[in-house]
């Protein structure tokens, strides 16, 4: 049993009581819920499935099947383990550069073999394989060995394919065991990418897609465990033959409802927050607006380590509909544009890199979804930061039960766009015996609607009294002149979170707070909002929150034309929400519905 947790403990231990991989009854269980709340009847559609997390379209690029050959393959990298591959050779006379793509997790050599026939359409030799351990199941030619989740294992691969690719007649090389070469990828292939080119310099070009920096992080965003995610990758979008240790470090998570300093170390030495330096490999960083997985903020981090290592980095902000959970298709979290825009400069990235090709790049792009076409700036974040403080005036307590939201209320004056990562600066206290953990999201208030923007919802633990001051996730939007922007604030994401993301799991999305356990939110807390604004946030003012039993707030003493939003004016409301005024603090008291309770196997 894992031991009981203190709110003061600021460093977690944990011994799991038992490991899944150990359990089969636990294993069934659990797979058979995850693939319930995904939607599938007898297992996860890894490919083309209008559920699957992981689809990454391919941009509206046209291949060509005349302009190339296909050869599947097994190859042995460096410790005899055999690599299922396919390898892509183009029609027209070579020697050609080279392109070395896989999969996301739990994929195989399928799922960029599109990716693939565009370059090699494109006259690319490609090669695509499925990583080691992956590719398991029926009618299925899997990868030998065990998956230990880029590991150092999985660089060796790469780099093995790396020599394999030299030794062919049909790629152009530099030098003796040096191809041409660059790498493309989304996810777990993203990440194989970074870590082979902190190690192996022949690398001439990566294109890293909706991937990770810090993985600790990314599962478990300031000390929160992405439970719901971490199901779905364990048990539901995965299959491989995954090494003891990556599914005892997992299990171990999801039952201890959090990561001990061991887990985070291991999922650390799995990230480029803790590679070498990337100093001369010309990258093109592209995170994704709309990612539930890896939020923007894993992408920039990216962005900014190979630029302080010395490689020339673009930054393109995409959407194109990686990792989105929970969206029925009357919700396309992602957009032909960019889809089409992202493939086209990816082609062109390579060409340039690779064939000594031109471009003109600048050193950020992004998808505007209200003009549904890409922006260009000479810089990140394209806009200065600006932050503007509200000072609560009376106390607020935010319940681990019932969980109650608080909003923040900021009055936009003139038209202003968002993008980039804010941070929050607050004084909390954690009330009650269990844990307490904040969430918050940025919300759009607009004509009585309400707007989560781009379905960001920060966690941040609260393990003892004091200020907190954290990034919230990336973001973008335009806001017009009488929009109030909502830091909106709750000890549980429920009613912070799309329905229909709530509905797939059963419950939360993260490890919620405790039933017994809260926050509360003094009188004279000053609460600042830092975010990258085109314009000046409005002039500090102080919030007085009032609430009724109804489950809905009365206006502020200064808001004398409040409106009410319905359940059905945005997504992850299930009661009506009042909406405060200018510099207003709305006390938003919702009860949370259609939910089992989390499990409390570590209490």
């Given at each position: ?25 636990q ?22 499935s ?125 030098g ?12 777990y ?31 478990a ?17 995965q ?118 090709g ?46 109650n ?13 968002v ?67 909502r ?5 549980r994401?429920?009613?912070l ?49 009032t ?26 409301f ?30």
């Amino acid at each position: 049993m894992c031991p009981l947790y203190s709110p003061k403990d600021s460093i977690y231990t944990c011994t799991p009581s038992y490991a899944v991989a150990n359990n089969d009854k636990q294993t069934t269980e659990t797979r058979r819920n995850v693939l319930k709340y995904l939607g599938a009847a007898t297992g996860f559609a890894l490919a083309g499935s209008q559920l699957d997390p992981f689809a990454h379209p391919v941009a509206a690029l046209e291949s060509d099947e005349t302009a190339f050959e296909r050869d599947e393959r097994r190859i042995e990298p460096f410790d005899g383990t055999e690599l299922a591959a396919t390898f892509y050779e183009p029609s027209t006379d070579g020697p050609h550069p080279a392109i070395l793509t896989t999969h996301g997790w739990g994929g195989n050599k399928s799922d960029p073999q599109p990716l693939a026939e565009v370059y090699a359409s494109n006259g690319f030799v490609a090669l695509g394989y499925t990583s080691r351990g992956f590719g398991q199941g029926e009618n299925a030619d899997p990868s030998g060995g065990e998956v230990h989740s880029t590991s150092e294992l999985e660089r060796q691969d790469a780099s093995a394919l790396i020599d394999y690719l030299a030794q062919q007649n049909a790629v152009m090389t530099d030098g003796e065991n040096n191809p041409r070469i660059g790498m493309d990828g989304i996810s777990y292939g993203g990440g194989i990418q970074m870590r082979t080119a902190s190690v192996d310099d022949r690398l001439d070009s990566i294109v890293p897609r909706a991937t990770w920096n810090n993985l600790a992080q990314a599962l478990a965003p300031n000390g929160i465990i992405k439970s719901g995610w971490i199901e779905a990758l364990e048990y539901g979008a995965q299959t491989g033959d995954i090494s003891e240790e990556n599914t005892a470090t997992t299990s171990g998570v999801l039952e201890c409802g959090r990561m001990t300093e061991a887990d985070r170390e291991y999922y650390r030495q799995r990230s480029p927050v803790s590679y070498d330096a990337i100093e001369d490999t010309p990258a093109l960083v592209i995170p994704e607006l709309t990612d539930q997985l890896f939020p923007i903020n894993q992408g920039v981090r990216n962005f900014g380590k190979l630029l302080s290592d010395g490689s020339t980095t673009t930054l393109v902000l995409g959407q194109d509909g990686t990792h989105v959970l929970g969206r029925a298709d009357s919700y396309p979290p992602g957009s032909e544009t960019s889809r089409e825009f992202v493939g086209q400069l990816a082609l062109q990235w390579q060409e340039a890199r690779l064939k000594n090709g031109d471009i003109d790049v600048s050193l950020l792009h992004y998808y505007d979804e209200q003009a549904d076409e890409f922006m260009a700036a000479d810089e990140y974040p394209p806009h200065p930061e600006r932050s503007t403080t509200r000072t609560l005036a009376e106390t607020v307590e935010l319940d681990g039960a019932d969980g109650n939201v608080a909003g923040v209320d900021i009055e936009i004056t003139e038209p202003t766009e968002v993008l980039g990562i804010p941070s929050l600066r607050l004084d909390v206290t954690p009330t009650g015996e269990g844990r307490s953990h904040l969430f918050v999201a940025l919300q759009r208030v607009r004509d009585g609607e309400t707007t989560i923007i781009k379905d960001k919802v920060t966690p941040q633990a609260v393990t003892e009294a004091g200020e907190l001051d954290f990034d919230l996730f990336g973001v973008h939007a335009h806001l017009e002149a009488g929009d109030t922007l909502r830091v909106a604030m709750s000890a549980r994401e429920d009613d912070l979170t799309a329905a229909e993301v709530i509905d797939l799991f059963g419950g939360s999305l993260y490890r919620p707070s405790d039933d017994d356990a809260g926050i509360e939110l003094s009188a004279d807390t000053e609460v600042e909002l830092s975010i990258p604004a085109s314009r000046e946030l409005s002039a500090p003012a102080t919030a007085t929150p009032t609430a009724t039993p109804e489950a809905t707030a009365t206006a502020t003493a200064t808001d004398t034309d409040a409106q009410t939003s319905t359940s059905g004016s945005q997504p992850g409301f299930g009661v009506p929400a009042a909406l405060g005024g200018a510099g207003g603090l709305s006390y938003l008291l919702s009860r949370r519905f259609g939910r089992d309770e989390p499990s409390e196997a570590d209490d």
